[in-house]
């Protein structure tokens, strides 16, 4: 009798692994266990600036909403837990999703995330956030906000949830049509993320998404872009974010009184620039955090 309750165990084992394995590939993420994914390739883009990739298992793609973000943990060596959160650039190819991030002076998840080697593994959950975007609207908890323009500033990394809904609004451009307006601040030329990706986009889309890299130490060969800028889909700018710039690249609908209700904006960077960007929004009528004004 023992043998066939062995085999029994045995084809219940066999199929539980199965079940798990086509869970875990139709499911990738999970929202509160962290799973484990592979390093697969790792570029410095800048002394403290790293984009990594990792595997989805399975060739699946993350597929992460639009808005969302992941969250990465580790343990230090007492034991504390250490947890950030990050929005990846790129999830919808599939077996594959793109980290940006900046490795600060005493931060402890980008110093981990920069001792990692190809074929090392990071633990990550999600997706999390309260705000997610679908054609033509938010989502904030329960509420949903629709808009038809966006308004976006953004900071050095900051770029990471702006180039998330600027790609899941372009890649379907056909079925949405939300304008986008997507102001971009960095300290230097070299210090601009993902330019040819973001200026791909607005070559492809122009009548669509406006393009704004504004730069505040600029080299002479920015210099010159910023005096050739015309009528472009792509404008390059050479100072520091101010209202005045934003109002030179902002819509039209920023005049407009009483202020348009499908008009939102979002704001993204270091603590310096969003305090920045937050008061300029404010003073131009996005001055209702969750429904015109989000900070991503």
Not at 114 to 119: C, E, L, S
Not at 155 to 162: A, D, L, Q, R
Not at 191 to 206: Q, S
Not at 223 to 242: D, F, P
Request: net charge positive; with cysteine.
């Amino acid at each position: 009798m023992r043998a066939p309750i062995v085999l029994a165990a045995a084809v219940a084992a066999v199929a539980a692994l199965f079940y798990r394995r086509r869970r875990v590939a139709r499911e990738p993420l999970h929202r509160t266990r962290f799973r484990p994914f592979k390093l697969v390739e790792r570029h410095e883009l800048s002394a403290s600036v790293r984009l990594f990739v990792f595997q989805v298992p399975y060739g699946h793609s993350l597929n992460l909403p639009a808005g969302k973000h992941l969250q990465l943990t580790f343990n230090e060596r007492d034991g504390a837990q250490v947890l950030r959160s990050y929005t990846p650039t790129e999830t919808s190819v599939p077996g594959r999703f793109d980290l940006l991030f900046k490795v600060y002076p005493n931060g402890k998840m980008g110093a981990y995330l920069d001792a990692m080697r190809v074929g090392d593994r990071a633990l990550v959950r999600g997706p999390t956030g309260r705000v997610s975007y679908s054609p033509g609207r938010f989502k904030v908890g329960e509420q949903v906000v629709a808009c038809s323009h966006i308004l976006m500033l953004a900071g050095g990394t900051g770029i990471t949830p702006m180039a998330q809904i600027v790609k899941q609004v372009l890649r379907h451009a056909g079925s949405d049509r939300t304008r986008l307006t997507l102001i971009f601040a960095s300290s230097s030329p070299g210090d601009v993320l993902l330019y040819h990706e973001l200026a791909g986009f607005a070559e492809k889309h122009p009548a669509q998404f406006k393009l704004v890299f504004v730069v505040s130490r600029p080299t002479t060969e920015w210099a010159a872009k910023t005096a050739a800028t015309g009528a472009s889909s792509i404008v390059h700018e050479s100072g520091r974010l101010t209202r005045e710039l934003v109002l030179r690249h902002a819509p039209v609908f920023i005049q407009q009184r009483p202020f348009p209700v499908w008009a939102v904006a979002g704001f993204c960077g270091p603590p310096g620039f969003e305090a920045c960007a937050k008061g300029l929004l404010e003073s131009l009528g996005f001055h209702q955090p969750g429904v015109n004004l989000f900070r991503w």
